[in-house]
């Protein structure tokens, strides 16, 4: 996937309501990531945008939220998310807050493609696809002779629902066994 835009923001807790610097990278398949620090090494939070995200407000538009000491309220961006929470974020101008409010919006609306080197074409990756197969470009075939990559992305929670169902009919089993069991003494007497 490629990168729009990543860079520092001042980001609000969610608990105390402190600011902190934070670096940020938004992919253009909707993932708003943010990490400590530009090493990346490992993220403090992603916000699907695509899924959770409900509007974006920029500036002005941001009412009920202070920025930090010493930032003006046109910088404060503004991430209203499904579940009732929002994400407070301020740049460091007003001009930086405005082209992040743009990315996001456009970030959560564009459709992600994945290109079939065999079809040679592009299709839609569906919104709430948990399954995805990304292969390189280097496949056999156009010369390239490399290694072929494939990575598999599929959902942890995949099939939970059939061992649950499952486990609760080998519960209900042993339950109706063991009942059995327990008065079949009263019925010899």
């Not at 959770?52 to 998310?81: I, Q, T």
């Not at 280097?138 to 072929?148: I, K, L, S, T």
């Not at 629902?161 to 008065?183: E, H, K, N, P």
Request: hydrophobic letters at 40%; aromatic letters at 12%.
């Amino acid at each position: 996937m490629a990168l729009m835009r990543s860079g520092w923001l001042w980001r609000q807790s969610s608990v105390l309501r402190r600011w902190k610097k934070n670096w940020f990278d938004l992919w253009v398949d909707g993932n708003l990531l943010y990490y400590e620090d530009e090493s990346r090494r490992d993220y403090e939070n992603r916000v699907r945008l695509k899924h959770k995200c409900v509007a974006v407000k920029a500036g002005l538009e941001c009412a009920g939220v202070d920025p930090p000491e010493g930032r003006p309220r046109e910088c404060l961006v503004l991430v209203y998310l499904k579940d009732g929470s929002r994400l407070a974020l301020c740049a460091d101008s007003e001009d930086e807050a405005l082209a992040w409010k743009l990315a996001l919006l456009e970030a959560r609306r564009n459709p992600v493609y994945t290109y079939d080197p065999y079809d040679d074409s592009y299709h839609t990756v569906p919104l709430d696809s948990h399954n995805a197969v990304y292969i390189s470009p280097a496949y056999p075939g156009y010369g390239y002779g490399g290694p072929q990559h494939v990575l598999v992305h599929s959902d942890p929670c995949e099939g939970v629902g059939t061992q649950v169902a499952l486990g609760l009919l080998a519960g209900m089993a042993t339950g109706a066994a063991l009942r059995s069991l327990m008065w079949m003494p009263f019925w010899f007497c």
